[in-house]
Every structure is written in C-alpha cells, then in structure tokens.
C-alpha cells in the first residue's frame, strides 16, 4: 500500500514537473481553447443580427441617378435622402451638376 502511494506521488511529481516544463504551452493551449470558445459564442451572438440585416435588406431606396431600386445595404449613401446605386451614377450625377 505505501508502495503504491509512493508511485501516485512519483507520478504526481513527474506530472508537476511536466506541467512546469510546458506550461508555456499549455497556457497556449488553454489560451486558443478559450479563443475557440469565444468566436463560437461571438458567432451565436452574430446569428440574431445577420437575421435583422435581412430584414433590413427589404429596406429599399430609388437611385438618384437612374432610379433603380436598390437595397440600403448595397446602395452608396450620398445624404441623408439621396442614395445611388453605383460608381457610376455617382459620376454621372456628378458630371451633370458641373
Ligand atoms: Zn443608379
């Protein structure tokens, strides 16, 4: 029985030892688990508002330029009530009003 208590304290010893040893690394480890941990529940978190972005999608405005409607997440904000739908007519507006 001592003998076995004594192979528990020797195992015990060479597991603190090891731990010593590589705890750099095991702090790493625990580290990128915690990491891993947290991108999963940042991602759960994201879920809900990729839903209100979808909702938003249906949001739509008319192009300044040709009319086209467009959703607000795609269009390109001009002012507060004037959106265009490209580049393009961004510069084409811009190229009339001169
Ligand atoms: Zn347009």
Same mark, same amino acid.
């Given at each position: 029985?001592?003998?076995?208590?004594?192979?528990?304290?020797?195992?015990? /010893? /060479?597991?603190? &030892?090891?731990? /010593?040893?590589?705890?750099?690394?095991?702090?790493?480890? &625990?580290?990128?688990?915690?990491?891993?941990?947290? *991108?999963?529940?940042?991602?759960?978190?994201?879920?809900?508002?990729?839903?209100?972005?979808?909702?938003?999608?249906?949001?739509?405005?008319?192009?300044?330029?040709?009319?086209?409607?467009?959703? *607000?997440?795609?269009?390109?904000?001009?002012?507060?009530?004037?959106?265009?739908?490209?580049?393009?007519?961004?510069?084409?507006?811009?190229?009339?009003?001169?």
């Amino acid at each position: 029985m001592r003998e076995a208590a004594f192979i528990l304290f020797v195992l015990f /010893l /060479l597991f603190g &030892l090891t731990a /010593l040893r590589y705890r750099k690394q095991i702090a790493n480890i &625990l580290a990128l688990g915690r990491t891993l941990k947290e *991108m999963r529940a940042r991602s759960d978190a994201e879920l809900p508002r990729e839903e209100r972005q979808a909702a938003k999608a249906l949001d739509l405005r008319s192009c300044a330029g040709c009319g086209t409607w467009i959703d *607000m997440n795609t269009a390109i904000k001009f002012d507060r009530n004037t959106y265009y739908c490209s580049k393009e007519c961004v510069q084409r507006a811009m190229t009339s009003a001169q």
